[in-house]
């Protein structure tokens, strides 16, 4: 992400997986840039296109370091006996101050860190999105769920008429 002044830092990267059903389940408050420790088998399946943010969480563990659980990034078939398991947990780098912050956040508020997009920056390196999110409650996705069914048909209604 590049920074811009005064506002939020623009994506310039190539994603790899992107968890759309994150918005969905989640209202998300702010987002956070993470690198990701990887093995090169990883990084080989990531550059390949394959990987699966659907199950998968941020938590921060008792030694003050903040892992991604249950990312799913199959293994690389060439790398043969040299791979990683598929869904092991990878350590998260940021700074200790935002690891602070999300600890502190998730105590006090019940918040839950999720990860948004896994993609290439311009500089070739992995990074993760993460989101500070708050649990949506069944009424608020029906209503989610009512306005992107009326705008969609309000785009095919006003396509029709010309």
């Keep these: 992400m590049a920074a811009k002044r005064g506002g939020k830092p623009e994506f310039t990267g190539r994603v790899v997986a992107d968890n759309r059903k994150a918005r969905f389940h989640f209202e ?3 987002t956070f840039e993470a690198g990701i420790q990887l093995t090169g ?3 080989k399946a990531l550059r390949a296109g394959r990987a699966s943010l659907g199950e998968a969480y941020a938590t921060v563990e008792k030694s003050g370091e903040l ?3 249950n990312a799913h ?3 690389y078939f060439a790398a043969n006996r040299l791979n990683h398991p598929p869904r092991r947990p990878r350590k998260l780098l940021m700074h200790r101050r935002e690891i602070d912050r999300f600890a502190g956040a998730i105590q006090r508020e019940g918040l839950t860190i999720v990860p948004l997009k896994l993609y290439f920056n311009e500089r070739g390196r992995a990074k993760l999105q993460l989101g500070l999110a708050r649990g949506k409650k069944l009424h608020d996705k029906r209503a989610a ?3 992107r069914d009326w705008s969609r048909d309000k785009a095919r209604l006003l396509r029709d008429r010309g």
């Design 28 to 30: 998300i408050l702010d």
């Design 41 to 43: 088998s990883e990084v």
């Design 67 to 69: 892992f991604l659980i």
């Design 73 to 75: 990034i199959p293994e």
């Design 145 to 147: 769920q009512r306005d």
